[in-house]
């Protein structure tokens, strides 16, 4: 298993931004995907980005808002958000796959008000 840690979550008005990081053991090799999950809605898959960080893939209506990049050096997959509008607010997760068998962090709380 990899085991994946988020961080950078925290309260921020309309219109600002935040920088998520994934933090992981032994995921050179995969993809990594962001995922999250408002109160009361189904998880949402966000963006991914491939093993050597050349592709990636976002959903429709987060392009040009968030931006997904990875350091191999670090061991880390950065979300960068910006233009963060309340509909944001949601636990942040990082992620192998998106589905309930994959490795998942624990997740980190973004707040936009």
């Known amino acids: 298993h990899v085991q994946l840690v988020e961080s950078g979550g925290g309260l921020v008005q309309p219109g600002g931004s935040l920088r998520l990081s994934c933090a992981a053991s032994g995921f050179s090799h995969r993809y990594i995907n962001w995922i999250r999950q408002a109160p009361g809605k189904a998880p949402e898959w966000l963006c991914r980005?491939?093993?050597?960080?050349?592709?990636?893939q976002y959903r429709e209506s987060m392009k040009g808002r968030f931006t997904i990049s990875r350091d191999s050096a670090k061991n880390t997959v950065d979300l960068q958000m910006n233009s963060l509008e309340s509909d944001d607010t949601a636990l942040y997760y990082c992620?192998?796959?998106?589905?309930?068998?994959?490795?998942w962090g624990q997740g980190t709380q973004v707040t936009v008000s």
């Open positions: 992620a192998t796959d998106f589905n309930r068998h994959a490795d």
């Open positions: 980005i491939s093993s050597d960080g050349q592709s990636t």
